[in-house]
């Protein structure tokens, strides 16, 4: 694999697609939201050059997030380190992906809202506070459907009178029309069932596979999650902040291709499934200096962790609801964060228990290397260089500041009484997307520096603007509950 083009020399990589026979060079960023965008252009007009001074192929005013139509013109510079070709195209069209950032046209100076140079701001701010490491390990949860079927129509935009319902297709659940063919799983039954009952094992294997084998990456395991109706989980092994970033995107990516082969839809949606658990992303963070983790103290009788990293628990808590804005950015997002299906509802810290927000792992005792944070509150529906950014932000700026996160919970916070909660000082986390951001809006200088002043702007006009869409049009639990009133 080619260093960094920032770092060394792309030559390598050019020559490696010629000896492979690659054709076509698929360039990959996320809009301002987190989605995949991609452009392909013919392999053999891809010289080294171009990943010194970029390939001016896009209209910024077609991304989401990005620029205005009098100022469209953008370049891609190709990271060469990225390298890995695409599993999913034959020989005749084989295709080579490399991440990109976002320049400006003209000048080629970084795009402020490059979702990429965010998490590599953040990791620089890191490296500036003296942790020239930090490590992430994201837990990602999905969906894997049969299907979903949009009743009648997805158009409720342009033909908003016909309205919208849906269901959902998936022979492992009680509702499934394939009774008595196949083995359902009950609601809130599906962490860890044996085949034939888990009918996403070659599902998994096969996705796994492909990480692996042509995308380089380590991972930790695979299986079934709670929740009915095809919800799994693929642990990634921990990585630096934008390689992993750049990993999830990856993930997203094969996730979705691998179910589309199989005839199957793939979903990052966090709360598809009323009544059921949903899907979350526990992000664990830690801060190394020199080798050696920031976060880990053997002399600490409670979990082994430094002064250091109760700060960086007090920074996330204090910021918690701000976070939200990032890490839980949808309006379906809100939908998870309820009480009694495992999602964190209540900022609080503790170890082992995962009623609170902030949990440290104790697995192994004396490790340092295995001594982090996990913040449970993020979902996978994020974009993962914003999100990471944002909490690494909120963590340093607990250390900045000596932000005392209090005592550890160590109690199932849901069935304390509002009394004794509000006692203990545990506040909520935001109930929608509309509070979430206007928590941003109040609290977001932790972020300055890192998150420029114009993605927050476009980011927060972006996020209300879903709200207001979805909160304007009738719901199908709306008809049923008020179509007698």
């Not at 459907?145 to 009680?174: H, K």
């Not at 063919?181 to 596979?209: T, V, W």
């Amino acid at each position: 694999m080619a260093k960094s083009t920032k770092n060394g020399s792309a030559g390598p990589v050019v020559e490696a697609m010629k000896k492979e026979g690659v054709r076509w060079i698929d360039l990959w960023f996320v809009d301002l939201l987190g989605s995949l965008q991609h452009i392909t252009v013919p392999a053999n007009t891809v010289a080294e050059e171009d990943f010194k001074n970029g390939i001016g192929k896009l209209d910024g005013s077609s991304i989401k997030g990005f620029k205005e139509i009098h100022e469209s013109d953008m370049v891609l510079y190709p990271d060469a380190s990225s390298y890995a070709l695409l599993p999913f195209y034959g020989a005749e069209d084989k295709t080579a992906r490399f991440i990109v950032d976002v320049h400006e046209g003209g000048t080629h100076e970084r795009f402020s809202r490059d979702s990429r140079y965010i998490a590599q701001k953040a990791a620089k701010a890191a490296a500036d506070a003296g942790y020239d490491t930090t490590y992430w390990g994201p837990e990602i949860e999905f969906f894997v459907f049969d299907g979903v079927r949009m009743l009648p129509t997805p158009d409720a935009v342009r033909n908003p009178w016909q309205g919208c319902g849906y269901e959902i297709l998936s022979s492992e659940a009680p509702w499934s029309e394939n009774g008595g063919k196949s083995y359902l799983i009950r609601f809130k039954e599906g962490y860890y069932p044996a085949p034939p009952q888990d009918s996403l094992q070659d599902y998994r294997n096969e996705f796994c596979r492909l990480l692996m084998d042509s995308f380089g990456m380590t991972l930790d395991a695979h299986h079934h999650e709670v929740a009915t109706a095809g919800q799994v989980e693929i642990d990634m092994r921990y990585d630096e902040l934008v390689k992993m970033a750049d990993k999830v995107v990856t993930y997203k990516y094969v996730a979705k291709m691998v179910a589309a082969k199989r005839g199957k839809l793939a979903t990052f949606m966090p709360k598809p499934i009323f009544g059921d658990n949903a899907s979350g992303m526990h992000v664990h963070q830690s801060l190394w200096t020199k080798g050696k983790n920031a976060m880990f103290d053997r002399n600490d009788a409670y979990a082994e962790i430094s002064q250091t990293c109760r700060y960086y628990i007090g920074g996330l808590m204090e910021h918690a609801r701000a976070l939200c804005a990032v890490t839980n950015p949808t309006t379906n997002s809100y939908r998870r964060l309820v009480p009694g299906y495992e999602a964190p509802v209540f900022i609080a810290w503790s170890r082992r228990n995962r009623s609170a927000n902030v949990r440290i792992p104790v697995y192994y005792k004396g490790i340092e290397h295995a001594k982090r944070v996990e913040y449970r509150t993020p979902d996978p529906s994020c974009n993962p260089y914003l999100s990471f950014a944002a909490m690494l932000c909120a963590g340093l700026d607990g250390i900045k500041k000596k932000i005392d996160p209090g005592d550890p919970v160590d109690e199932d916070i849901y069935k304390l009484e509002e009394r004794k909660r509000k006692e203990l000082g545990i506040r909520e986390l935001p109930g929608s997307l509309k509070e979430a951001v206007d928590y941003l809006n109040t609290d977001y200088m932790f972020l300055k520096g890192v998150f420029t002043q114009d993605l927050l702007d476009k980011y927060t006009e972006l996020k209300m603007g879903e709200n207001l869409e979805t909160s304007l049009r009738p719901s199908p639990y709306e008809f049923y509950r008020y179509l007698d009133a």
